[in-house]
């Protein structure tokens, strides 16, 4: 007979009591998700899934401070505490530095800015990820925080150590080498 399915606030409930199985069913219910989060930003599996351990790690240390706002939240907050332990960790392994605007040109800027709505569409997910992990952990950060989670430029800069204009340069080049790329794809294709 399988276990009764838990609802968020008692599966809170009993990782603050430390329950043993509350803690396996958190982690069974969220760590592939979690996993996934990391590698879209640091692309490489044996560092996404040491970041999501540790991530687990902070979480069951810090439950306490969990307030179940809605069915979905539990997962918001763990998705928080993933990506702040991510940025900690570049932080420390000193990968994210200001970038000077100069690296970005205009013409990379302005190609960036065109649209060609639809073409994403066409690319199958495996190419998608293969594009994306051809970028640098910078512009893949940057590319990630901005239109995947949502975070504006001011945030990424403060998560980032960089300057606004700093991010949107990044996000600009980041889009320009994603565009290329979904270009040459399409073309190799015959699409």
Excluded at 30 to 58: N, P
Excluded at 61 to 89: C, H, M, P, Q
Excluded at 153 to 174: C, F, V, Y
Aim: proline share 2%.
């Amino acid at each position: 007979m399988s276990k009764p399915f838990l609802s968020e606030k008692e599966l809170v409930q009993g990782c603050i009591r430390k329950d043993r199985d509350a803690q396996q069913e958190l982690y069974a219910r969220y760590a592939a998700r979690l996993y996934t989060l990391c590698l879209r930003y640091v692309g490489d599996s044996e560092e996404s899934r040491d970041l999501m351990h540790d991530s687990m790690i902070k979480a069951m240390d810090s439950i306490k401070s969990f307030r179940n706002e809605a069915d979905g939240s539990l997962y918001s907050w763990l998705r928080r505490i993933t990506i702040n332990v991510v940025f900690d960790r570049f932080r420390q392994n000193s990968r994210f530095m200001e970038i000077p605007l100069e690296q970005v040109s205009d013409k990379e800027i302005l190609d960036a800015s065109d649209s060609d709505a639809g073409s994403e569409r066409e690319i199958p997910d495996d190419v998608l990820k293969q594009i994306m992990a051809t970028l640098s952990p910078v512009r893949r950060a940057v590319f990630n925080m901005y239109y995947i989670d949502g975070f504006s430029h001011k945030e990424i800069a403060r998560a980032l150590n960089i300057t606004e204009s700093g991010s949107t340069s990044i996000l600009a080049k980041a889009r320009a080498s994603v565009r290329k790329a979904i270009t040459d794809y399409l073309k190799a294709t015959g699409q």
